[in-house]
């Protein structure tokens, strides 16, 4: 059992709240997940930069910092607990091949033009206060509690999952078909830096999508290559689908206005949320996408 949230923004008009109003969403899904916690934040940001999101353990900002700019440009290497986002103007391919081979104490946990993710272990209420939630601003943001099951209670072993730019995932529910589907991926040249199913689903997901499928077309045909059951809520930096699988045991309900629309495993995650009294609240239907921002 995990908890599972997300907001997209139809307007301006919440942006700068964007981190408040998920702070007490994921708050308040903490009894489904008490292990971990984390979130990915959406950003209007400029086109010609990428930014990194980096998870950098017992390593010192400084030193990481120093060592860093030896290897790479950036124009920015923003600290946030134990974790930095880092922009930079090189090619990710460049950056990433860097990150991986020269700093192998170093987990990346996302990159892209407009993406921020931060995620740890500790209850989610630590974690929201940890990374400060409160004061972020966005257009979008999705986020995840865990209730460790199939792998360890590690950052790695964390929410959301990022396996491509500017794309994430989180997961509520098990698939039992992972461990064929991560051979396969690794083939087709995804990495991944964990043993949780989530991470294979979002692999899947990234290799659908740069084979210049849409995220709709790859949600749907995830429903026959994905065994398991679950819900999802896929990130990217144009808004966010939601997809239950066709058996549709892993609960999810949506909240939607005319300024914002909310997702998460139970309602009481959005009961503060601004005029959601007044809100279309239904359940997704099994086996079919939503999505927001397309």
């Given amino acids: 059992m995990c908890g599972i949230v997300g907001i997209y923004l139809k307007s301006e008009k919440f942006e700068t709240l964007l981190g408040k109003m998920l702070s007490g969403m994921l708050i308040n899904m903490g009894s489904r997940g008490p292990d971990s916690a984390g979130f990915a934040i959406y950003k209007k940001e400029d086109d010609e930069e990428y930014k990194y999101s980096l998870c950098i353990n017992n390593i010192s ?3 990481l910092k120093n060592d860093l700019k030896n290897k790479i440009s950036f124009s920015d290497f923003k600290e946030n607990s134990d974790h930095v986002v880092v922009k930079s103007k090189d090619d990710p391919k ?7 081979s020269e700093f192998k104490e ?5 990159y892209g033009k407009s993406i921020e993710i931060f995620k740890q272990v500790g209850e989610p209420k630590d974690v929201v206060k940890k990374f ?8 979008h943001g999705i986020g995840h509690t865990r209730m460790a099951t199939e792998s360890a209670i590690t950052t790695d072993g964390s929410h959301p999952y990022s396996t491509g730019e500017d794309e994430c995932l989180v997961h509520n529910g098990s698939l039992s078909n992972h461990n064929n589907l991560r051979r396969k991926l690794k083939k087709n040249g995804i990495n991944f830096n964990s043993e949780n199913d989530t991470e294979v689903a979002a692999g899947y997901i990234s290799n659908n999508l740069s084979n210049k499928k849409t995220l709709k077309e790859t949600l ?4 026959n290559d994905l065994d398991g059951f679950y819900t999802f809520i896929t990130g990217t930096r144009k808004g966010f689908a939601v997809l ?13 206005t005319d300024d914002y629309v909310a997702i998460a495993s ?4 959005m009961a503060h949320l601004p005029n959601v009294n007044s809100a279309k609240i239904f359940e997704p239907e099994p086996g079919i996408v939503y999505s ?3």
């Fill in 106 to 110: 170093v987990s990346i946990v996302g």
């Fill in 94 to 100: 460049k950056v990433l091949e860097i990150i991986t």
């Fill in 220 to 223: 749907k045909k995830g429903l």
């Fill in 244 to 256: 239950r699988d066709e058996i549709a045991c892993k609960p999810a309900v949506i909240a939607e």
């Fill in 61 to 63: 900002f400084e030193k």
């Fill in 132 to 139: 400060n939630l409160e004061s972020f601003s966005g257009t």
């Fill in 292 to 294: 927001w921002g397309y």
């Fill in 266 to 269: 139970e309602f009481q995650a």
